[in-house]
């Protein structure tokens, strides 16, 4: 992202105070006059997952199995949305201390529902005008109700796909904590890094490359038991649906040169050998 | 509120960790099949202003006064929003933990925006459905997008007028740090509390208790330099406005006997004349 700046300094956007000290003081001294300060960024949508929130409270109340006429659900559902909401706030303040200028959208108070887990209403024009009017918006993962469940988890992966669907993004990153998706789970000292998968028309996808031949293996995904969401598979199996709009997804590490090329689209005609991590593509 | 109870236990929802300690288990431990839980209380709406959060972000950047193709204004909006959904956060964590299962629906993301200041459009269906699942939608005063100034402050008097209008609640009660609406500054040792106020059919407002004659003074009221919606002045014509409707409005002290008796609705048919505080009653 090529973020505004006054004089190369970050305009900062968190004004609370921390231990006591404001950073407003120096944030203010920022918009001088002088201030060449250009916003030209480009148009993006960040949605997080949940990492160590929610996840816990949602799977000890069993939230994604719905059920809120019963008090540890409803109980749970509250829990596991303050928990959330916890970690977007986080990640706003993040954003905004880097200048960017981040508006957190909590999928539930956004109007996004669900029937029998999938999307049945979201509100995607907030989202679109949020964009429009020069902010990053925010999702997350969420508690949110259900028409027939009563209530569910939608994961962020989901949300992902959704709003893949409707504002046709140029591209996708899904930012992980491994290079990409591995035949089997990356801890194992023989898995083998999934450079590219090919969806076809049914959605179904399979590895290119490494080809086929030089691997000669299933590939084989768990599902930590924690999550309620589906963990790996979920996120290939939404990624699947996104390439097959004809919207290239990457898999990729966080925080790394691989994420950065892929984040700033230069993948998008060209994949460099040295580049590590997964390109999900629909094969037509 | 009555609140859902378990053996007089109070049911915890905020599971999140405090100083690294969960209270997930004890909380959890509540919910075993002895347990008479029943959550049966009053439908509730719960909005907040920003009290010391957010006033300062907008009033410094000018987010009230919109213009949000300004980079001080952009990063205000942002710092605003950053502020009062922690303060959002905060309130519904501590309702939370008291059993109460609060929602946070900050405006902004739920869809709410003005137009010259005015509430433009505003997701009530969200907030009604909130309600009928058994939750306690927790608002509050945000930066919003406004169609004609870019961008404003939406204040949390406001907010209630419009749900009042809409979701018609029996009563409305404003809590504060005063018994309630006083002739001048409450500072001011001489200052009266204004027992009654009656609104009549053009909106216009008089005082009924204490008797005009009793008093025979001009009603005289300030607003603090860093209150940018407008502080008593707003709280007193919209608390009008909802009179107006039929509903009663009681203005009164937060964490006092006098406003557990507004809260519970017991004034409804008699106001006891050791009650103090502030009615604000439609005059047919």
Redesign the interface.
Known sequence: MNL?S?SNKL??????KRDGVSD?SS??AD?DDQ?Q???DFSRFVVVHGAGSFGH??AS??GVHKGG?NQ??V??????T???V??LN?EI??AL?REGI??????P????W?TSERNVASA?LS?VA?AID???IPVLHGDAV?DDSL??TILSGDVIIRHLAEHLRPEYVVFLTDVLGVYDRPPTDPNAVLLREIAVDEDGKWSVVKPTPQSMNKQVEITVAAHDTTGGMVTKISEAALIAKLGIDVYIVKAATSHSLKALKGELRHNIPDDWLGTVIRFSR
Chains 1, 2 share one sequence.
Do not use: E, H, N
């Open positions: 505004g006054c305009i900062g956007m968190d004004w609370s407003i944030s203010l918009f201030c300060f250009t916003v816990f409270q000890k109340s809120l008090p540890l409803k109980a749970g559902f509250v829990a949305r303050i928990s909401t916890t706030l706003v303040r905004a200028p981040s508006i957190g959208m909590p539930y108070s956004c109007g529902s509100d907030g005008k009017s020069g902010f109700l009563g209530c």
